[in-house]
């Protein structure tokens, strides 16, 4: 019998010699309270036993359901604030997983195949270039003073008396008018890209087809083991200025023959795709020059080559740098981590700090697509 009730019927024992008058009452009490005990005690058993067979199912349906939103938390954030801590460089280089798998990074460009639109485009002339412009008053002058370009003014090939123009700064304008829209234009889809990463990385969890976004954005940066650090680092723009001067000094504003036979704004080189044969190259030299469909194509391959290739790490994260510190970047300090990208090395990296100095060319870094809808207002 339970401690508690031996007790109450010692205590009733005891005293029923002086409470005679109140036996009948206090037994009918004491069966009552009997009862209750037992129905409490039975209730608590079922419980425990319920919970003890239901709990693991329990456990089993919360796995199984929540299991695929678990896979893509923001478990990289930790280590993403450690490659941003202000305390120290090195530490932050320390901290980046930027081991390269560029298998398929350039899949989704017209490198080698012909994925882009517009690919039977005809060459116009100088001349029919330039009167378009005028028909849809795009200058230079006012997309500095709007800081907005159309780029529905895109053209897909150089024209071939671009040599020919004689006037220097005439044929510098005509040159830079061409590559801005190309360049903004894909800088700006990065642009959106990294705030849908963003977005994404900031939710408890995700869709399947936020899931498949970042796979294929995985892919296309050559990013290994799913690292969103490594990813933030190189989905980002490159300078404006940056990128028109680069294009500037390998096509000659324009007047290569790789520009004019290829499309090939920067220079790069291929050893197994379509390409140009440099006419110094020595005879044993397998390399070529890449060789595009259109001007836009060359764009974004060289966005993904400084973004991906692993001889520009450190001009990403000094990119990353400058972005979390200014929230802007700076194309004459970024232009120093480009040494890798010619022979000539930090020689190369000084004409690029002229050409963009001379030609006022970080005028247009901030320069932006003029939106065709209120949407895409919203979104750049």
Do not use: C
């Not at 005891?14 to 036996?23: A, G, R």
């Not at 071939?160 to 234009?185: A, C, G, M, S, Y």
């Not at 294009?247 to 080189?269: C, D, I, P």
């Not at 006419?279 to 080559?305: M, T």
């Amino acid at each position: 019998m339970p401690k508690k009730i031996r007790n109450e019927s010692i205590f009733i024992r005891t005293n029923s010699i002086k409470f005679n008058k109140s036996k009948k009452r206090s037994e009918k009490i004491f069966f009552k309270n009997d009862y209750k005990s037992l129905f409490k005690f039975s209730l608590a058993s079922t419980l425990v036993i319920l919970i003890s067979f239901g709990l693991p199912i329990m456990t089993n349906v919360i796995n199984e359901n929540f299991k695929t939103n678990i896979e893509v938390l923001n478990i990289s954030k930790k280590n993403f604030e450690l490659t941003f801590n202000n305390k120290d460089k090195s530490q932050k280089k320390n901290k980046i997983n930027d081991e390269n798998n560029l298998e398929n990074v350039f899949d989704d460009i017209d490198v080698f195949n012909s994925d882009e639109i517009n690919l039977n485009t005809s060459r116009l002339s100088a001349s029919t270039i330039e009167q378009l412009f005028e028909d849809t008053k795009y200058n230079l002058k006012i997309v500095k003073e709007t800081k907005l370009v159309n780029i529905g003014n895109s053209i897909d090939h150089l024209p071939t008396e671009l040599k020919k123009i004689e006037n220097v700064k005439k044929r510098k304008n005509l040159f830079i008018q061409i590559v801005l829209p190309l360049i903004i234009e894909e800088n700006t889809k990065i642009r959106l890209d990294r705030k849908k990463l963003f977005a994404i990385l900031n939710k408890n969890n995700n869709s399947k087809t936020e899931k498949d976004w970042l796979f294929k954005k995985f892919k296309q940066y050559g990013v290994k083991s799913n690292d969103f650090s490594t990813l933030k680092i190189r989905m980002d723009e490159i300078p404006v200025s940056l990128a028109i001067a680069q294009a500037a000094k390998e096509t000659g504003w324009g007047t290569s023959r790789f520009a004019q036979e290829g499309n090939a704004l920067f220079g790069q080189w291929t050893w197994s795709g379509e390409g140009i044969k440099p006419a110094g190259a020595d005879g044993d030299s397998k390399h070529k020059v890449a060789k595009f469909k259109v001007l836009k194509a060359s764009v974004k391959a060289y966005q993904r080559n400084l973004n991906t290739h692993s001889g520009y790490k450190e001009f990403r994260m000094e990119r990353a740098i400058q972005r979390d510190n200014e929230g802007k970047l700076n194309s004459l300090l970024l232009v120093n981590y480009l040494d890798k990208y010619a022979e000539t090395g930090i020689e190369y990296t000084k004409i690029l700090k002229k050409i963009i100095e001379q030609n006022s060319l970080i005028d247009f870094d901030d320069v932006k697509i003029l939106p065709t809808t209120k949407k895409l207002k919203n979104l750049i």
